[in-house]
């Protein structure tokens, strides 16, 4: 097993995927974060959507194994994402994805999970484990992206330029496609940062380290005010709440509107592909995004200000 040190996990996923000698799509869920289609796009790597299932929220197991049945060589991989960082054990459906196809890339996406420095909970059957510490995971330091790849597995570090301007211009112009639910075209641009990082590996995880006690700290200080004030039944499972603290509700996004109004702030991560990467309707996903805010527990965020929101959720169900 090796440990691969990137700027951003998506850095990681683009090295694999021009590393990869295989032209067949990957499977990702339906929820996923659009700068990873956007960058399997920049790969020149296909790829096929397949919804989420409840109350998993990850994508739908049986459909996944239904479609390798039907076309054991149709596929090049599998994007496996831990919704909202759920870390439930996988090991019985990637084993079930092995035996459908040998050759099938196993990529457990654990971005918004507690990153593993040591690489200690690692599925035995996925080829590609990875996590993040850059913009709004369970660890923010602003940059870096790591994960432990099977020896078999093809690896080579890509060369491009890199432009914080084009990222912010691509940003933009998702946010503009899924707000009209139109088609998103990611285009060429240097957008993606491929340069090597400058820490060394040693110095990335030790930084890393000494915030991940921190931050649990800070998560489970705010986490506490939102259980003990919010109604449970609003609240998802409890294994949802590590990245964010994550509630499902009726008119979600006039809820967001009135946090913002009071100078607060929630998001809604992630909105179906539907209609920005596919012509395909995506049912679950849909309504898990209609329905769900993420509360802050980070450091954008104090014991007062989640006070303050608990107050405002009370306010808004009140008045359904």
């Not at 990702?28 to 796009?41: D, E, G, K, M, R």
């Not at 990850?58 to 479609?67: M, S």
């Not at 457990?108 to 993040?132: E, H």
Request: charged share 30%; with cysteine; hydrophobic share 40%.
């Amino acid at each position: 097993m090796r440990t691969i040190f990137e700027a951003r996990g998506c850095s990681v996923i683009y090295n694999l995927l021009r590393s990869l000698g295989d032209e067949r799509p990957f499977l990702l869920p339906s929820n996923i974060c659009p700068i990873v289609p956007a960058t399997f796009l920049k790969a020149r790597r296909a790829f096929h959507f397949v919804d989420i299932v409840e109350p998993d929220l990850v994508l739908n197991r049986d459909r996944c194994l239904q479609l390798l049945k039907r076309d054991p060589d149709g596929f090049a991989g599998l994007l496996f994402v831990r919704t909202y960082g759920v870390e439930a054990n996988e090991d019985a459906f990637f084993r079930d994805l092995r035996e459908a196809q040998p050759d099938l890339m196993i990529i457990d996406d654990k971005c918004l999970c507690r990153p593993d420095c040591d690489g200690v909970n690692l599925s035995r059957f996925a080829d590609v484990t990875l996590f993040s510490s850059g913009h709004g995971k369970f660890v923010d330091l602003g940059f870096g992206g790591f994960a432990y790849v099977n020896e078999h597995v093809q690896y080579h570090r890509q060369e491009g330029r890199y432009s914080a301007s084009a990222l912010a211009a691509l940003t933009d112009r998702y946010r503009a496609a899924s707000a009209q639910r139109r088609p998103f075209e990611s285009g060429d641009e240097a957008w993606l940062d491929l340069w090597q990082p400058e820490l060394s590996w040693s110095e990335y995880r030790n930084r890393l380290q000494s915030a991940l006690k921190q931050a649990g700290e800070h998560k489970q200080r705010l986490n506490e005010i939102y259980r003990d004030a919010l109604p449970s039944e609003i609240q998802l499972p409890r294994k949802f709440q590590s990245w964010r603290f994550n509630i499902r509700l009726p008119q979600a996004e006039r809820l967001v509107a009135r946090l913002f109004q009071a100078k607060l702030f929630a998001s809604r991560h992630y909105p179906s592909v539907s209609g920005l990467f596919s012509d395909e309707r995506f049912v679950i996903a849909e309504r898990l995004h209609d329905e769900v805010v993420n509360l802050f527990n980070d450091y954008n965020y104090d014991e007062t200000k989640a006070r303050r929101t608990t107050e405002i959720v009370i306010e808004h169900l009140d008045a359904l």
